[in-house]
């Protein structure tokens, strides 16, 4: 009797991509959004120490943008800025379309991107809202919706939306970063069952706090405003959640979002992956 046939991967790697295990994301080109520094300057690095090509985008002077360029380039990897307004639907779809255009395709998209306001609901300045509702997630259905038809179309994929632990957990005096980031859990796993027959992946990762630039300014900002030191702002204040009392790190995002976008990744689709410490298993 005739062995059966072993069965056909449904989503074969594609031809074009080099096989490297020193560099298992040569030949893909990834879009990280706001990436000229803090958790999407880490994961653009990671992925660009995986083999691949990078588009960054985000804020920041001249020199700023050219040390995010400098750190990708170290690698080998081709990288090409883009200032695109994420703000704007036009500026998130045109973003996907240009990076195409210039590095050949869209493999991994990375939405990073985003904003926050803190007040109590009834003083919460509309404009606010509406500014962190368009960039922490109405961006992100711009550039997916830009991006998942050539994924589609081509058998392969990865996205990962850099959500929050607040997409998971609420938080008083947040009400518009708790409501995108819920909203981006929510995008994430109805693209990643969108995607799943056609070898394309959509997964969130769910920072806590992570030690950035920015969140070093709001330590000495809360210290000011509530008249403490450094030391207590960090434990009392933004690690009283964290259970392990560390903050998480931007080259933890990174290495998750590059085991996302890889081989081992394949079969993890639509996963809220926290990475807060312990913050949302209490």
């Known amino acids: 009797m005739q062995a059966p046939a072993a069965p056909t991967p449904s989503s074969p790697p594609r031809p074009d991509v080099r096989q490297d295990h020193r560099r298992p994301l040569a030949g893909h080109v990834a879009v990280v959004t706001g990436s000229t ?3 999407g300057l880490g994961v653009a690095d990671a992925l660009a120490m995986a083999g691949a090509d990078i588009v960054i985008n985000g804020l920041g002077d001249q020199a700023t943008i050219a040390g995010a360029q400098a750190l990708i380039a170290a690698h080998g990897s081709r990288v090409v800025f ?3 307004d994420l703000m704007q639907p036009d500026g998130a779809t045109g973003l996907v379309d240009r990076a195409a255009t210039a590095l050949g ?3 991994i998209l990375v939405n990073n991107a985003g904003i926050q306001h803190v007040s109590p609901i009834e003083d919460f300045p509309p404009a606010k809202w509406d500014a962190i509702i368009a960039l922490n997630l109405s961006a992100a259905f711009h550039t997916i919706r830009a991006a998942f038809g050539p994924m589609k179309a081509a058998g392969h994929g990865r996205i990962v939306n850099i959500a929050s632990a607040h997409a998971l957990v609420a938080s008083p005096f947040k009400s ?3 409501a995108a980031k819920h909203g981006v859990l929510g995008l994430t796993r109805t693209v990643a069952l969108e995607g ?14 992570v ?5 070093e300014n709001q330590i000495a900002d809360t210290a000011r ?3 403490m030191d450094r030391d207590s702002v960090i434990r009392d204040v933004l690690l009283a959640a964290q259970p392990s009392k560390k903050f998480a790190t931007v080259e933890e995002i990174g290495a998750l979002t590059a085991f996302l976008c890889g081989a081992g990744g394949a079969s993890i689709n639509g996963a809220a992956l926290p990475v807060d410490g312990g913050w949302t298993a209490q």
């Open 37 to 39: 520094s803090g958790i």
């Open 82 to 84: 883009d200032g695109a």
């Open 105 to 107: 395709r869209v493999d």
């Open 176 to 178: 518009a970063y708790v």
């Open 196 to 209: 799943a027959a056609h070898g394309v992946t959509c997964n969130a990762i769910c920072p806590g706090y």
């Open 211 to 215: 030690w950035t630039p920015l969140v």
């Open 225 to 227: 405003a509530r008249g």
